[in-house]
């Protein structure tokens, strides 16, 4: 599944990362100036390599000031034509243009529609690279950022875009926003305007390497339209951005189409160079999955990723793929894989005993599954950094116990060994021996089973005699078929399971004021996790209504690991504190892990270009694919 604020999901996992300098001849000056203190603060105040046209994590830039161009891009891409598509997996409906907000359920690429000061590459795990600001210079001691903007920044309408605007966008995202911007900021003191052209960002407190990188990617808004228009609403009014598309026509909650701005400020720079080919883009919506395929095979638009297995498997050997007039494809992704599964709401008194949340675990038979289910084209995801080399393994390196020994009273003494891993099946769908051990675990819980003979099957009951009853909630009929073999697995333990399927908009209430008993997610923190994990999983984002906490943890051993991946100085450092936080997430038991593949499974009509080359860390369809022509005249034709 895939996260529903497509907008807030980029800002989050794709731009928060940490900052570092990367010139060797800085560093060079460094170990100088630290040979020679009188010279130090000379060096400091003069260095002019702070002012850089891009900012990374733990490296070296990969392109140069003097670059023209990503190298995954195609810098001769012809414009034209127009890209049809469903977009994130599950959303069947919108009802507002502002994709900055807790309320309302924004529309889906909307976030083309605004510039940042800097901008992502997607073939380096963390970089970012100038696009309003043109440069960026990080104070001596790390508590200030100063960017100097393009004086030919504009608006869609002509307008100047200025330093004003880049801070009125960070005090109305932080004050008035989704709790989520205001999580991320919290150390971000002030966003001052220096001239029209240049603005510094102030912080506060000692964990600030990643700030002037979360503050470089914020969508800029323009100050003068929301001097009269009400920041904090739904609205199906066009918001006013400066990025390369502008909304052209919607139909309320099935349509919304974008057209490329011609007199975009930006198309010839180098990040953009290549980039955003197509005239349109259009996101369609449906409620059905079944009529959202058949729209597919039919013509009605163009591209679709499959999330289900079962339909990848059997509903693709059809004539439109046979004779060559759609492709079906898979596209690698080199990202981590992230944390997917049933998280367990905490906030439910029944969830608080830890083998109790272990015990709900084991009841879930993950080989059948696969293999019954998804043609055994999953993988058992086993940690919140799964594919990555944050992963746990093995038993704690002296570095990892280093900074797991202060919690060790207060942590279970399976994370000072071999990882949890959730334990194989025989791939019956009803392994006993699994389930025997769950219902051991139950009863030291304090839970005990009893007949029901009106209802003829076993019933587990605390001291109280309150039964104990789960509610999966989902959005999707996909999920019912996964989740009702589980069902019956914990009825053999006397819990009492259903599933609540809702609309999607109901689902994103549900799921932002956490009322919810099982939900299923997936998030993906990117390579250099930072700031955003502070929204996962840190004790006040479990009160922070549309946090994405959804367990409810809270837990000092997690907090204090999250600061020290944010304070790391090196990547060495970071990866060390990740492997000691995920096996303290691990042995908390705080969700049910399901599965997951390193790859996109697509299916589109074939009249695309694209690069020879994918970027590792994106699917890059929309922003660097374009129409061909020859192909697209051979598919009129057929």
Do not use: C
């Amino acid at each position: 599944m895939q996260v529903r604020f497509f907008f807030l999901f980029l800002l989050l996992f794709t731009f928060v990362a940490p900052l570092v300098f990367t010139n060797q001849a800085a560093i060079a000056k460094d170990k100088m100036a630290k040979a020679n203190p009188a010279s130090q603060k000379t060096f400091y105040l003069n260095r002019k390599d702070l002012n850089r046209h891009g900012l990374s994590a733990f490296g070296v830039l990969k392109y140069p000031a003097s670059f023209t161009h990503f190298s995954y891009v195609n810098p001769q891409a012809p414009k034209g034509g127009s890209l049809s598509m469903i977009g994130t997996a599950g959303l069947s409906t919108f009802n507002s243009f502002n994709a900055f907000i807790l309320k309302g359920d924004a529309a889906q690429g909307l976030e083309f529609l605004f510039d940042s000061l800097m901008v992502r590459a997607y073939d380096e795990p963390d970089a970012i690279y100038g696009l309003v600001a043109q440069s960026a210079q990080v104070a001596r001691d790390r508590k200030s950022v100063t960017f100097y903007l393009r004086k030919t920044a504009r608006f869609a309408d002509g307008s100047k875009l200025t330093a004003k605007d880049v801070v009125t966008s960070f005090e109305l995202l932080k004050t008035k926003g989704h709790p989520a911007y205001a999580i991320q900021l919290r150390d971000v003191i002030k966003a001052t305007a220096l001239d029209d052209y240049k603005v510094r960002y102030d912080f506060k407190g000692e964990q600030v390497r990643d700030l002037p990188r979360i503050v470089a990617t914020l969508p800029i808004l323009s100050a003068k339209y929301y001097a009269s228009h009400a920041f904090a609403k739904t609205t199906f009014d066009f918001p006013l951005g400066s990025g390369p598309y502008k909304i052209k026509k919607y139909d309320q909650g099935r349509q919304v189409t974008y057209e490329r701005r011609k007199d975009y400020w930006a198309k010839n720079l180098p990040v953009n160079v290549g980039r955003f080919n197509f005239d349109e883009l259009r996101y369609e919506y449906f409620r059905d999955q079944t009529a959202e395929f058949q729209s597919l095979i039919g013509g009605s638009f163009d591209l679709r990723e499959e999330f289900i297995s079962r339909d990848w498997a059997t509903k693709y050997n059809i004539k439109q793929f046979k004779d060559g007039r759609m492709v079906r494809e898979t596209l690698p992704d080199a990202s981590p894989s992230g944390a997917q599964g049933f998280f367990l709401n905490l906030r439910r008194d029944k969830f608080k005993d830890i083998r109790v949340r272990k015990a709900i675990g084991l009841a879930f038979d993950f080989e059948w599954t696969n293999k019954n289910l998804f043609y055994g084209a999953y993988q058992r995801t086993q940690s919140f950094f799964e594919n990555s080399d944050m992963k746990a393994q093995g038993k704690p390196s002296p570095t990892e116990l280093a900074l797991l020994e202060p919690y060790r009273a207060e942590l279970p003494k399976e994370v000072f060994g071999e990882p949890y891993a959730p334990l194989k099946t025989n791939g019956s769908g009803k392994d006993r021996k699994n389930l025997r051990k769950a219902l051991r675990l139950l009863k030291k819980a304090g839970w005990s089973v009893s007949r029901d003979k009106k209802r003829r099957r076993a019933v587990l009951r605390n001291a109280k005699g309150e039964e104990f009853k789960i509610e999966f909630l989902t959005f999707s009929d996909a999920f019912e078929r996964i989740i009702a073999p589980y069902i019956r697995n914990l009825a053999t333990l006397g819990i009492t399971a259903n599933i609540r399927q809702v609309d999607s908009s109901q689902y994103e209430r549900r799921v932002k004021d956490f009322d919810f008993d099982i939900t299923t997610r997936r998030y993906v923190l990117g390579l250099t996790p930072s700031v955003a994990m502070r929204n996962y999983w840190s004790s006040r984002s479990a009160d922070t209504s549309g946090s994405f906490n959804l367990a409810g943890i809270k837990n000092k051993a997690v907090d204090g690991l999250i600061e020290k991946m944010i304070g790391a100085k090196s990547r060495q450092e970071l990866v060390i504190a990740a492997r000691a936080l995920d096996r303290v997430l691990r042995a908390g038991h705080y969700w049910v892990p399901q599965w997951y593949y390193p790859f996109h499974r697509m299916a589109y009509w074939n009249k695309f270009g694209k690069p020879a080359k994918k970027p590792p860390y994106t699917r890059a369809i929309i922003d660097t694919w374009w129409v061909d022509k020859e192909k697209a005249a051979k598919l009129k034709k057929k």
